[in-house]
Each structure stands twice: as C-alpha cells, then as structure tokens.
Nanobody, 115 residues
C-alpha cells in the first residue's frame, strides 16, 4: 500500500488549496478514504471521510462548509478541497486507508495559512 499526498503550501487566510492523495497497492475503489491533520503540539485529528463509492461523506465540525472531500476511483486518487482557510487550519495533512484492521498513512503534506 502506498499513499502519496501533494498540493500543500503556504496560503493567505481566506484562500484555497486542493490536496491530492494518490493511492496504489490495493483495490482503491473498495475502501473508504479519509483525511487527517496534525498541528504542532496537537494530536492527529480526523478531517473528512468518503465512502468507497464516493456517495457519502462526513466532516469534522471545524471544517464543515469549507472543506470538500471527493475521490476519483478511475485515478485512484482522493482529494480535499479547502476553501476559506484559516490560520488554525495550519497542519500537516495526511490521507489514510484502513485495510483488514490495519491503518496505512501517507507521508503528509504541509499546509500553512498565514499572512
């Protein structure tokens, strides 16, 4: 299993970023995918989840209405569209898949929201 995140960077408050997570090594379309984030000195927290077919999503209260998780099963990729970014969204963002009770993580991509 390999998960590779990309798309992070430095953005002004109120700006937008789109994160991508390219997956390989497993049948992507069979598994729910999720995005987590970890800010300095804080625990890793769940941001968003999408079901295997993309038909259902769920979000942390802190990002509802601003972030959108989606997936393209033909491209084995899950996305996180982040709008109206705030300084408190600054964190390393990770994608995750759980297979047979084991969690697999990507290496993460840094998102910094600052003026």
């Amino acid at each position: 299993v390999q998960l590779v995140e990309s798309g992070g960077g430095l953005v002004l408050p109120g700006g937008s970023l789109r994160l991508s997570c390219a997956a390989s090594g497993f049948t992507f379309s069979s598994y729910a995918m999720s995005w987590y984030r970890q800010a300095p000195g804080k625990e890793r927290e769940l941001v968003a989840v999408v079901t295997s077919d993309g038909g259902s999503t769920n979000y942390a209260d802190s990002v509802k209405g601003r972030f959108t998780i989606s997936r393209d099963n033909a491209k084995n990729t899950v996305y996180l569209q982040m709008n109206s970014l705030k300084p408190e969204d600054t964190a390393v963002y990770f994608c995750k898949v759980t297979r047979w009770g084991r969690a697999y993580w990507g290496q993460g991509t840094q998102v910094t929201v600052s003026s």
